[in-house]
């Protein structure tokens, strides 16, 4: 009973300190797996001596499993159908390592996303439109997007306050022209209606922000977001004497969480944000940026889903979110590509509504 009082005070707790106070972010990031090694005495234990005692082990074990570890069953990846939804979107952070470009097309092809978000992307532009003709490319110091529908406007933040900060925050926003599912049997790979242009289709945007017939337009955002390896890393050398190191990480983070949150608010149509985030969903910062959009992997994902892996153990720091005015279908995480870490991949579906900055805080 003690024990199973506990985890549930960890499961509370985390979401509110996690990202906030520096012991729970240690065990945020950390290898979550060591506060189930008491089970393996706790069950034994009572298969020996009291049977009952097995009902309190079976709560804390759901408890650990699924709210703790992220275990995620969903009924949409349980019983969905096989339709794909309005749009497929992956994201992908290949960690600056040189890509094999092979492996990234045979990665499309077997996917067929529509839209592919790169973070940390070391690959030139020239490349990246070499390799998908007929497709839509921007490269911006290291954020690139691959997209087979028409990109009508690119954004990119100035980054020089945050990097004068210490800070990463990557934010781009781009306008995209979806199109309409009575003329959206393109074939993959084609550039779809309003993207007739064959030469040329990749380059710059359009300046007009307006879809074109057969289309409507959405925004997506590409992020990636500071990291917290410098305040985690600091706390495993000193603990509670890297205290201030920790707030100091912690508070660039939520500042960037909130300069990446009003460009989703001021974005024109509905948002989809993709990227690496660099936190969970159980973090504090988490919470109070991100959490009033509908988490893809939360939503209609099965397993653990972790994206960023170590030796030991994995997290799900890469996300897929969806606005009002989209729902998800189905998500999933890709496979090996030579980076720590994993593609995420969700089917879209369009349900209309009012640009992404009306999900609630």
Known sequence: MLYLLGVAAVWLALPRLGDRWWPATLFLFGPRQVIALPLLVIVPAALLVQRRALVPAALASAIVIWPILGFTVSLRALVGGAERGDLRVASFNTASRPLTMDRLKGFVAETRPDVLALQECATPEPELTAAFPGWFVHVDRGMCLVSRHRLLKVESRDRRDVWNAGGHGAILRYTIALPDRATAAAPVGSPGPGAAAAPGAQDAPQRAEHAPPGTRAFSLLNLHLETPRDAIEALIHGLWKQAAEHDRVIALR???????????????????????????????????????????????????????????????????????????????????????????????RWTGGLPGGDAQR
Request: net charge negative; hydrophobic share 45%; no cysteine.
């Open 254 to 348: 939520a500042w960037e969480s909130e300069l990446a949150r009003q460009w989703v608010d001021e974005a024109p149509y509905p948002a989809i944000i993709v990227g690496d985030l660099n936190m969970p969903v159980d973090s504090a910062i988490y919470r109070r940026f991100w959490a009033g959009f509908e988490n893809a992997f939360s939503r209609a994902g099965l397993g653990f889903g972790a994206t960023k892996r170590t030796r030991w153990f994995g997290i799900r720091i890469d996300h897929v979110l969806a606005g009002p005015g989209w729902t998800t279908e189905r998500a999933w995480i890709g496979p090996e590509l030579g980076s720590d870490h994993l593609p995420i991949l969700a089917d879209l």
